[in-house]
């Protein structure tokens, strides 16, 4: 089995792990889901509901007070009101909420959720009681009345030509990096320079750079095979840079015997295991502050630094769109709108009237 089946196994076994603990009738609404969202959707669908309940039964409401979650029934499901769900979109903003830790044992941590954040609840529960609406089985549906979080403009953070050259530097000579973890960049420096100049020179997601796989990469083709979420597979096309990167690396990989269950990774850690998510957001974050110590970079903003220097450079946003993998150029539109501001601003240079322009007098 690979990686990415793993992967979807893996969000199987927690949606059930999940819907064990939901009430009864909820095991139709995921049924249904099944056809039109991955594994990993309804997972996040399943954990937004299961906190929405647990929030309804934690005596925050006098209706549910004292009521055991798996209890709860579709008559239940109809007592819902919309203020209830103001209410637990309040809740969430800032909470205590206890967890598990394999050091620690259990202990409490403060959660917190921004206006995005809330809106994804809020569209999980939408989902939600929109499905029971349209098939008749409650009477009215709350959740549609209750409005959207409004959501501020971030300022997009990228990288600008200087800085992603310093970046690449520090990566590869270790420049500013302390004593110890100069030890360590001694084994890791030819690895982490190809997964920076993967990220700036195709701009794929994180989960699909941990993703790969030594059979995905075509050196002949200068061409990778990627899995976009969805579970979809896409071919992209790689640059010199990119290509040196990988092939200096992958003659490393290949004299390294891999963990069991990992012989397919391209991306190995330095315990022979497939590199995980959270093992490159650390070492982007390692580096970026060494380089860009004002800007807070992640694998997120290394993608927006090689999405905006192929509009700059192709002007082209259906070409940006496709090769960052969304499904609606609206989405790379929203993204770059800015650039297209900037451009609009040169065209006042461009255009020349006289050549001496008066002065005032």
Same mark, same amino acid.
């Given at each position: 089995m690979d990686y990415h089946e793993q992967k979807q196994?893996?969000?199987?076994?927690?949606?059930?792990?999940i819907l064990l603990e939901l009430p009864e009738f909820c095991r139709m609404y995921?049924?249904?889901?099944?056809?039109?969202?991955?594994?990993?959707?309804?997972?996040?669908?399943?954990?937004?509901?299961?906190n929405f309940f647990r929030y309804l039964v934690s005596g925050e409401i006098e209706a549910f007070a004292g009521r055991d979650m798996k209890s709860l029934?579709?008559? =239940?499901? /109809?007592? $819902?009101?919309? *203020?209830?769900?103001?209410?637990?979109?309040? !809740?969430v903003s800032v909470y205590r909420q206890e967890t598990e830790t394999e050091q620690n044992g259990a202990?409490?941590?403060?959660?917190?959720?921004?206006?995005?954040a809330k809106a994804r609840k809020l569209s999980a529960i939408r989902a939600f009681f929109k499905y029971y609406?349209?098939?008749?089985?409650?009477?009215?549906?709350?959740?549609?009345?209750?409005?959207?979080?409004?959501?501020?403009?971030?300022?997009?953070?990228?990288? =600008?030509? /200087?800085? $992603?050259?310093? *970046?690449?530097?520090?990566?590869?000579?270790? !420049?500013?990096?302390s004593e110890t973890q100069k030890r360590f960049h001694d084994r890791t420096a030819v690895r982490d320079a190809a997964i920076l100049t993967l990220f700036l020179g195709t701009g794929i997601r994180i989960s699909e750079l941990v993703g790969?796989?030594?059979?995905?990469?075509?050196f002949e083709r200068d061409q990778f095979v990627v899995t976009r979420k969805g579970g979809n597979q896409d071919r992209l096309s790689f640059g010199p840079e990119?290509?040196?990167?990988?092939?200096?690396?992958?003659?490393?990989?290949?004299?390294?015997?891999?963990a069991e269950g990992h012989k397919d990774a391209f991306f190995l850690s330095l315990q022979r295991k497939r590199i995980t998510t959270r093992a490159v957001e650390q070492l982007v974050g390692k580096y970026a502050k060494i380089s860009t110590p004002l800007k807070?970079?992640?694998?997120?903003?290394?993608?927006?630094?090689?999405?905006?220097?192929?509009?700059?450079?192709?002007?082209?946003?259906?070409?940006?769109?496709?090769?960052?993998?969304?499904?609606?150029?609206?989405t790379t539109r929203k993204h770059y709108a800015a650039i297209d501001e900037d451009r609009k601003r040169t065209a006042a240079r461009y255009v020349k009237l006289r050549d001496d322009p008066p002065t005032d007098q």
């Open positions: 196994q893996d969000y199987t076994q927690r949606l059930r792990a995921f049924r249904a889901a099944e056809t039109t969202t991955g594994n990993q959707t309804r997972y996040g669908y399943a954990v937004d509901i299961r029934t579709l008559s =239940d499901l /109809n007592r $819902v009101e919309t *203020l209830h769900i103001e209410m637990y979109l309040e !809740y202990m409490e941590v403060v959660r917190t959720n921004h206006e995005r609406f349209k098939h008749g089985l409650i009477d009215n549906n709350v959740a549609s009345l209750v409005d959207t979080p409004k959501l501020h403009e971030k300022a997009i953070i990228r990288l =600008d030509v /200087n800085e $992603v050259a310093d *970046l690449l530097d520090t990566v590869e000579q270790g !420049y500013g990096l790969i796989n030594l059979k995905d990469v075509d990119v290509r040196e990167a990988l092939l200096r690396y992958r003659a490393e990989r290949l004299e390294v015997t891999p807070k970079i992640t694998p997120h903003k290394l993608r927006s630094t090689y999405g905006t220097i192929l509009y700059q450079e192709s002007g082209d946003i259906y070409l940006v769109a496709d090769v960052l993998g969304h499904k609606d150029v609206n």
